[in-house]
């Protein structure tokens, strides 16, 4: 195999180091979240793409060629589609309740099987002549505009979401729309236009979908570091006075609870909740507060300053985190998250009845089953005020039934293990 340095693969090959070494970075000096990953995944997708095409320009060795071709670069396309249109219909919280996964797999199963018919297909093509950017027109194959046309309609449905995120939303919200919408536009554009039609009119210029894709990456990493996509930082809460006089234990509040369980207080308001949930950080555990009530009113009712509160709320806020109550799949990303990224993890969830209301029993059901699956598995506790008058006989047994009542719960971490 003979290897050319011609000018066409300089800027594939240059991508390559850039997205390899923004791979490394990610992997060991950014903290592990949902967001970072698919920004990892969504990169080594283009990086395949890249590798594909600079195998194809700097090589003169046909199969050499059609492995770039068909399996690198079909397969980094092909691929980056689907996960740039999941990762923004969780931005723009568009995924189905408790169907992240279910549809994530399905999105990504008609792009692998018209990626193997396209490779199938154009593989047994021979008789390769150099052309402008130094690899063969018969590379691209019969089945090549249809592919491409496929592919991109991933990213334009991301684009379409994306605008209209921008447009349903306001304050950090609606800048994390607009940074990826620009960010997917640009390259997106530049891949039509130098990739399909200015060659279609016999415009010969280097093709710039690969180093356009730069752009892209880079606006999903300024939305990861400068917006926290998808993450809520755990802090530890300086201790603060329980809002009742007296010390927690004279109270009757617990300090400290057992791990790796739910655990209900029966309460029309949930004011004794929020001083559980209060006693709690402020005795080493992170707290986090998804609640109903304004997260300004909370903070005035509980002394609490740094621990961070989301406002489960249909309305968008420029000031605050929120969350709509209709998106179960992000409330329950939020929780698992969180779980995995703070220390001893207690985390307030206000408002069960409002879920239930939005979207059905069933789902909130299917929801609490899949945290108390993870919960049971970590080092954090749950904590949910329940207004047992707004359900019946048979709702409230299955709602409780993997719970521990905190009301028989006393104050003192002795008196929490028994």
């Known amino acids: 195999m003979r290897v050319d340095i011609n000018p066409y693969s300089i800027l594939p090959a240059t991508s390559i180091v850039i997205f390899v070494f923004f791979i490394l970075y990610l992997t060991l000096r950014v903290r592990r979240t949902e967001a970072r990953d698919f920004v990892i995944l969504a990169t080594s997708f283009v990086n395949a793409w890249a590798l594909g095409e600079f195998m194809m320009r700097a090589s003169n060795d046909e199969g050499i060629a059609l492995i770039g071709s068909k399996v690198f670069l079909n397969t980094g396309i092909g691929l980056l589609g689907p996960t740039v249109l999941y990762m923004v219909m969780l931005v723009a919280e568009y995924v189905k309740p408790l169907k992240g996964i279910s549809l994530f797999i399905t999105i990504y199963m008609v792009p692998i099987w018209v990626i193997a018919v396209r490779a199938g297909t154009d593989w047994i093509q021979s008789g390769v002549t150099e052309n402008y950017w130094g690899y063969s027109d018969a590379l691209s194959g019969p089945l090549g505009p249809v592919y491409y046309i496929f592919s991109s309609s991933f990213l334009f449905a991301a684009l379409v979401l994306l605008a209209k995120r921008y447009f349903n939303t306001v304050g950090n919200n609606r800048q994390i729309a607009l940074l990826m919408f620009v960010g997917l536009l640009i390259p997106l ?96 555990r992170q707290g986090l507060g998804i609640i109903r009530i304004s997260p300004q009113k909370f903070r005035e009712m509980t002394g609490l300053e740094k621990t961070p509160v989301i406002w489960l709320s249909s309305q968008e806020n420029s000031t605050m985190k929120t969350l709509n109550p209709s998106s179960i799949s992000r409330i329950y990303a939020t929780v698992v998250e969180f779980l995995k990224s703070a220390e001893r993890p207690v985390i307030l969830l206000e408002g069960i009845e409002v879920l239930i209301f939005t979207n059905s029993f069933r789902e909130v059901m299917g929801f609490l089953s899949s945290a108390f699956e993870k919960i049971s598995l970590s080092d954090g506790v749950l904590i949910l005020p329940i207004s047992r008058p707004t359900m019946n006989e048979t709702e409230w047994t299955l709602l409780t039934r993997h719970m521990e009542d905190l009301a028989k719960f006393k104050a003192g971490p002795e008196d929490a293990s028994t």
């Open 189 to 284: 554009s530049l891949t039509v236009s130098t990739d399909i039609l200015l060659p279609a009119i016999n415009i010969r210029i280097p093709e710039l979908a690969v180093p356009a894709c730069i752009i892209f990456i880079g606006a999903l990493f300024v939305s990861l570091k400068k917006f926290d996509l998808f993450e809520i930082k755990p802090v530890t809460e300086k201790k603060v006075a329980v809002p009742e006089k007296g010390s927690p234990k004279e109270t009757g509040l617990v300090t400290d609870l057992p791990s790796g369980k739910i655990y209900y207080l029966e309460e029309s308001k949930p004011d004794l909740t929020f001083k559980v949930f209060t006693s709690l950080v402020s005795h080493g």
